[in-house]
């Protein structure tokens, strides 16, 4: 059985998609440390996302973003776990392609927005219709598909999703060699 790549393993994907819970099974499986960008930041800020996004806004939370980008040069092996905006600004899939293997975690936008609102405050929901949120979507899909690899997450479970994701890794690992 060939083993899954050495380096980072980046998952992006819109709120909801699994990547901090997925991350976190997926690093425990593979032995590997976890990372989530959303975390290095309020580690950083001393402030929730929400609070950021209230007292600063959101082009100052992108510009934290953007620092945490840098400081995950620094990372190599881990299972890392990207904001859902992080990927869509100019260069930063360049960037995070450099880090190891991204992998979008796609999904029904329907199920993608249950799933973020069980999760708690979002502040890139909150205030915004339906159609909005499906522009949003729309907006950020052609980054996520800049993604090395594509794991449809629809109608599946955690363990599935993760099931799902070491086979792709592995089959993208024995294709390289």
């Not at 450099?98 to 975690?105: E, I, N, R």
């Not at 405050?121 to 950020?140: H, K, Q, V």
Request: charged share 30%.
């Amino acid at each position: 059985m060939a083993a899954v790549p050495a380096g980072n393993v980046v998952l992006v994907g819109f709120m909801g998609a699994g990547k901090s819970v997925c991350g976190r099974l997926l690093a425990r499986r593979l032995g590997r440390c976890f990372v989530e960008t959303d975390d290095m930041i309020v580690g950083r800020d001393s402030r929730s996302i929400p609070e950021i996004f209230r007292q600063d806004g959101e082009d100052a939370f992108r510009r934290l973003e953007g620092e945490a980008v840098a400081a995950l040069g620094l990372k190599s092996g881990d299972v890392i776990a990207t904001g859902g905006g992080l990927p869509c600004r100019d260069g930063r899939m360049e960037a995070l392609r450099a880090l190891g293997t991204v992998v979008w975690l796609r999904g029904d936008l329907d199920e993608l927005l249950a799933r973020a609102r069980r999760a708690g405050a979002r502040p890139m929901l909150s205030d915004r219709t339906p159609a909005e949120i499906a522009a949003l979507y729309g907006a950020r899909e052609p980054y996520y598909a800049r993604a090395h690899v594509t794991v449809d997450t629809a109608g599946l479970g955690i363990d599935q999703v993760v099931a799902r994701l070491v086979a792709t890794l592995r089959e993208r690992e024995a294709a390289r060699v």
